[in-house]
């Protein structure tokens, strides 16, 4: 489903966006800047700190990412690493099992280094946490 928007959004000559494709693919209702997801996600869906498939990985806005960034877990590959599925972090592309591994020091995924090619980690980039599918009951 996710894919298919992405689609008809370039056949329209749209933009791909994190935080739409995110939604999409998680199922996570929340809307605006993906650096107010971590924030607007309080009371209404379980936050944590444990990568979870499915799950959103809620990246902080930095000088370079103003806007913050969202991407969704879809496998885990060892406490410390995670394959996610996301948009726009190569502009206007969707980028597929993509991994991101966690170098905090205290092992809370707060901060990470996302692969920018297959096996080349980049910068690093803090997150608050993950965002769970289910809402808080």
Same mark, same amino acid.
């Given at each position: 489903?996710?894919?298919?928007?992405?689609?008809?959004?370039?056949?329209?000559?749209?933009?791909?966006?994190?935080? +739409?494709? =995110?939604?999409?693919?998680?199922?996570?209702?929340?809307?605006?800047?993906?650096?107010?997801?971590?924030?607007? =996600?309080?009371?209404?869906?379980?936050?944590?700190?444990? +990568?979870?498939?499915?799950?959103?990985?809620?990246?902080?806005?930095?000088?370079?990412?103003?806007?913050?960034?969202?991407?969704?877990?879809?496998?885990?590959?060892?406490?410390?690493?995670?394959?996610?599925?996301? =948009?726009?972090?190569?502009?206007?592309?969707?980028?597929?099992?993509?991994?991101?591994?966690?170098?905090?020091?205290?092992?809370?995924?707060?901060?990470?280094?996302?692969?920018?090619? +297959?096996?080349?980690?980049?910068?690093?980039? +803090?997150?608050?946490?993950?965002?769970?599918?289910? =809402?808080?009951?």
């Amino acid at each position: 489903m996710a894919l298919q928007e992405v689609s008809k959004k370039r056949a329209r000559g749209q933009r791909v966006w994190c935080v +739409p494709y =995110a939604r999409n693919l998680s199922g996570i209702e929340i809307r605006g800047n993906a650096k107010d997801w971590w924030g607007k =996600a309080h009371n209404i869906f379980q936050r944590g700190n444990e +990568p979870v498939v499915g799950a959103v990985m809620s990246f902080r806005a930095t000088r370079g990412m103003p806007l913050g960034h969202v991407a969704v877990v879809s496998s885990i590959v060892t406490d410390r690493e995670v394959i996610v599925n996301h =948009a726009n972090w190569h502009r206007n592309k969707v980028s597929l099992k993509m991994g991101v591994k966690d170098i905090s020091k205290n092992n809370d995924w707060t901060l990470v280094r996302v692969e920018s090619q +297959p096996g080349q980690y980049g910068s690093l980039y +803090p997150v608050n946490g993950f965002i769970y599918p289910k =809402a808080v009951e």
